[in-house]
């Protein structure tokens, strides 16, 4: 059966968004599909790498946890689309900015089911006592060559991170009891 584990903490980290009738306009987005899709708007990021996002937003979540950079025992990072160079770690990259670079991080590459995966390995690590918890990040950068706005109809990419601090049942952060909600990730979700 199992312990319980909860959702400590999460953090995000957003771009500005830009308006489809800038894509219109430029001639990046089909006239059709629009009028379809009935998109308004899709976040943007032209500066920070898809790690970098996930560093603030795992900094925020960490923060808004109660934790400490070293009751965090495991990294799992989330990625859709290439985060950098071919064969760079970008977990690696994420744990030391984030939690320190003794934490293990791992990646997981389950398309946008990857934050999901993340919290059933979340709560088996949190199995073993001891381990007090465990951060998923997952961050996504759309940049060229990848086309945000042609790749697949009815859905436009856009660029952001999330966090989200897992914790053992009984942990509770924050200045308010009962400030983390119960998660189940298999097992009897009937309590």
Known sequence: MGIDVYLSAIGCYLPETV????????????VDWAAEDRI????????????????????????????QAADISLLLHAPVFRQGPEAWPSPSYVGRFVVGGATPALEIR????????GLDLARSHLQ??????VMITCADRFAAPFDRWRSNKGMIFGDGASAVVVARAGFR???EPGHTQRLHVGGDASR
């Open 173 to 175: 952060p924050g200045p």
């Open 19 to 30: 308006p489809v009738a800038e894509a219109l306009a430029s001639g990046s987005y089909d």
């Open 128 to 133: 073993i006592p001891g381990r007090t918890a």
């Open 40 to 67: 308004e708007a899709v976040a943007v990021e032209d500066e920070l790498s898809a790690p970098e996002m996930a560093v603030r937003a795992g900094r925020q979540a960490l923060g808004r946890s109660g934790l």
């Open 110 to 117: 389950q398309g946008c089911n990857g934050a999901l995966a």
